[in-house]
């Protein structure tokens, strides 16, 4: 079984970056998720699907696999290019752009 070892990115709902910070370990699934017919709810039989591990930092997830022998493979982490902007901003004289109202 592989492990993933990856640094979630930001939730699309939220404009905070929390839980952004740390490096997460998660398995990949060994068996494929069944419907169960009676209620529908989908189920899988792979414990490992439940764990997810978190690391300070990249060096630290890798040494958990290495030291108890599972493969992993690494995700780099994307940083993300934003634009630090006033509310005041939209207000000021030198504004590039028209009013809008």
Request: glycine share 6%.
């Amino acid at each position: 079984m592989v492990a993933r070892i990856y640094k979630p990115a930001k939730t699309a709902m939220q404009s905070g970056t929390a839980k952004t910070h740390d490096w997460v370990l998660d398995y990949e699934p060994e068996q494929p998720r069944a419907v169960e017919p009676l209620m529908g709810w989908t189920s899988s039989g792979d414990m490992r699907a439940q764990l997810r591990l978190s690391f300070d930092t990249k060096e630290e997830a890798i040494a958990y696999c290495e030291r108890n022998g599972v493969p992993y493979q690494v995700a780099e982490a994307k940083e993300t290019a934003r634009r630090t902007i006033s509310y005041s901003d939209n207000f000021a004289y030198g504004r590039r752009g028209a009013w809008t109202h």
